[in-house]
């Protein structure tokens, strides 16, 4: 069943194909949309008691979603070098590395999914960076490697989250 949670989860995506749209105004509304329901739908799922396991997968799915679709846009306008959308994809790097962790050591049933402070700073942090491209403002690029600290970041909680759920 779809809940009002995972139905604002759900609408991060076809928020992404706005950007298909070169109008700035319209960029900025749908990255702002995007955002809001990114902090509203686990707000309501947890103060309305809906929370589930489909929500945990399914919310930073659609964050790739949203991030992937934008950076692919301003890859293909030049508006991003490809090591600069590579760097702010890291932290979707090492969840994959976890994620193949997890389906080797035949552990991926065992563990609880959701969000970690790391991935939602990443986020926040690729939304803004998103703004300053769309504003086509200078973005310093010591900025960047940011993205790969944090990246790193992930991978260091997601393993200690691991640990703590062994124990």
Do not use: H
Request: with cysteine.
């Amino acid at each position: 069943m779809l809940s009002l949670s995972n139905g604002l989860t759900l609408l991060r995506a076809p928020l992404a194909f706005l950007f298909l749209l070169e109008s700035p105004a319209v960029r900025i509304l749908a990255i702002a949309l995007a955002m809001l329901t990114d902090s509203m739908d686990g707000y309501l799922a947890r103060k309305l008691r809906n929370t589930s396991q489909l929500g945990a997968i399914l919310d930073p799915i659609m964050d790739k979603f949203f991030v992937f679709f934008v950076l692919g846009v301003f890859l293909v306008e030049k508006k991003l070098a490809p090591w600069q959308a590579c760097s702010m994809l890291s932290r979707d790097f090492s969840l994959c590395l976890f994620a193949l962790y997890l389906g080797l050591s035949k552990n991926w049933n065992n563990f609880q999914f959701k969000s970690i402070r790391w991935g939602k700073i990443t986020t926040a942090l690729q939304f803004f960076i998103l703004i300053a491209v769309t504003l086509s403002y200078s973005i310093s690029l010591f900025i960047f490697p940011l993205f790969i600290l944090f990246g790193i970041l992930v991978f260091i909680e997601l393993c200690q989250t691991k640990m703590s759920q062994l124990l």
